[in-house]
């Protein structure tokens, strides 16, 4: 048994991990919205690893789609291992709804609201809004551009939304190994012949193919791997593992994935998003090592709680969905506000305002929007009993 401290604890690292995972992605497009900071020239001793994150922030993305095929298989594992009906599907896919579209639709109309103010705002067709509506974009021969480009990994989170009530079915130990691997072998496939297809029209076209949900499916599968490894182990009461095999059970988890980033998505360079071998295992590659990181968070890992249970990067976690929505339309719009000696600003003054405004604007977003339906959500579910 877990005593209710140690579950707020892992839990709230999990949750801390998202938030370290959205603020990734914001110092990725930070660094590509402001070209030319090198703190790996400027800073010494440390200045490779501030670095880095800068250059891989990206790999934030793939951290969001373990933690998801994590946390929302847990129940389904659970029912399926205790041989227990599972789940209701209505009140999981309201729970879904809720988690997702409504900050979705607040930003989306508040964009399409101001208009052109927004750098970010298009004037958009009746089936192009059709497709926002639905997050029916990036699907498809024709897909539809989003107006805010990170809006990608939105439909690909709602396709593994939909496809786990089908798979939850297989959650046990001798059913599910077919499915993971047949699942390993879609993502490779499908990312090689992305890679050939769409490799001649640009890195960004052949990376928005490949990332579609065939392409990233081996990282939701790995993360519901590792909640049937959990569930598993709690139905037949097994001892976890010692605190510094946890530990360093965590530690591998991010260590390996910077390691694959550094040595091979630095060296391959441009034709990594092009088709290169790099790229095809990378769900796989980047998946496995996530999915132990996150299982070490579950069972109370010391180092990762101490890093990722703190109240500044749990608050992140909190509002990391809505960090993750606005931070790069806040920073098109700093720039946007700030004019043309925006670009002759030192780092040191543009960081700190980019990071300010980004987590304002989330933290709005959070209480103003996401919160009070989460607190909807519990209404219901109190007065339905």
Known sequence: MVTPQGDRQYIAALTGLRGVAAFLVFLY??????????????????????????????????????????LLSLPFARAALERQPLPPLKPYFRRRFLRVFPAYYAQLFIILAVGSWFTVWQSLGISEFLAHLVMFFNIGWEPVRPLVGIWWTLPVEMGFYLLLPLLAPFLNPRRWIPILLGGLLISVLYRAWAGAHFGTAGSAQAFLAASQLPGNLAEFLLGATAALVVQNAAVHERPRPAAWVLDLMFL??????????????????????????GMVVAPLVLGLPLSIAVLSLYWGSRIGTLLLANRPIYFLGLISYSLYLWHFVVMRQLQLMAGENYTDWPHWMTFPLATVSVVMVASLSYFLVERPFYRLKSYRQVKAR
């Open 29 to 70: 497009h930070y660094e590509v919205l402001h070209p030319g900071i090198r703190l790996d020239l400027a800073v010494p001793l440390i200045g490779k690893a501030l670095q880095f994150p800068l250059g891989f922030g990206f790999v934030g993305v793939d951290f969001f789609f373990v933690l998801s095929g994590f």
């Open 252 to 277: 591998l988890g991010l260590l390996l994935p910077a390691f694959w980033l550094w040595n091979v998505v630095l060296s391959a360079g441009a034709d990594y998003w092009l088709g290169h071998w």
